[in-house]
């Protein structure tokens, strides 16, 4: 069964970085996307970074336009774990975060929600001014 444990939330100052961690458990498949996710009060789940990974390697990244040139995700395989390193925080970056994953072939990770079949429970971003 897989499991996904979302860890490094907390809450921050304007312009301040945080790093998120994503320990995934259980995983038998090889190819997948890897995602993180947000979702804010009253408002749609929000794709903010996506990562193909083999298991071995990792590859293209794609990231929603609100974060682009301020967060990065990237995985480390041998410890099954990923991450979103988030720079320069607003406020408009509150909500809960979640890590997700979803087996694949493809050479791009959607950052639909929907297509995700494993998610963690989410770590909490507060970003004040």
């Known amino acids: 069964q897989v499991q996904l444990v979302e860890s490094g939330g907390g809450s921050v100052q304007v312009g301040e970085s945080l790093r998120l961690s994503c320990a995934a458990s259980?995983?038998?498949?090889?190819?997948?996307?890897w995602a993180w996710f947000r979702q804010a009060p009253g408002k749609d789940r929000e794709g903010v970074a996506g990562i193909i990974s083999d298991g071995y390697n990792y590859g293209i990244t794609g990231y929603g336009d609100s974060v682009k040139g301020r967060f990065t995700i990237s995985q480390d395989s041998a410890k099954n774990t990923l991450y979103l390193q988030m720079n320069s925080l607003k406020p408009e970056d509150t909500a809960m975060y979640y890590c997700?994953?979803?087996?694949?072939?493809?050479?791009?990770?959607?950052?639909?929600?929907?297509?995700?079949?494993?998610w963690g429970q989410g770590t909490q971003v507060t970003v004040s001014s």
């Open positions: 259980g995983v038998t498949f090889r190819r997948a996307c």
């Open positions: 997700a994953a979803v087996p694949s072939a493809s050479v791009m990770c959607s950052l639909r929600p929907n297509i995700y079949n494993y």
